[in-house]
């Protein structure tokens, strides 16, 4: 895929998967784009420093709500 210089970034997913996003983000009222731009910043902060809390808390969940841990 290439890079260019603009601001704009194209992608192509499935229809489907499309959709159920749009749907998904109308429930919370969030627009696309602020929703990509919230998702790359934390992105961005966890690649600099990875939340070594977020780890844990995710792995305890898993443990108490009985799935099996790998």
């Not at 194209?10 to 602020?34: Q, S």
């Amino acid at each position: 895929m290439s890079r260019g210089n603009s601001g704009r970034i194209v992608l192509e997913i499935d229809p489907l998967i499309k959709d159920n996003l749009y749907v998904a983000l109308a429930k919370k009222r969030l627009t696309l784009k602020d929703w990509f731009l919230d998702q790359c910043c934390d992105f961005i902060e966890t690649s600099k420093q990875p939340r070594l809390f977020d780890e844990i808390v995710a792995e305890k969940q898993s443990h108490y709500l009985g799935k099996n841990e790998s």
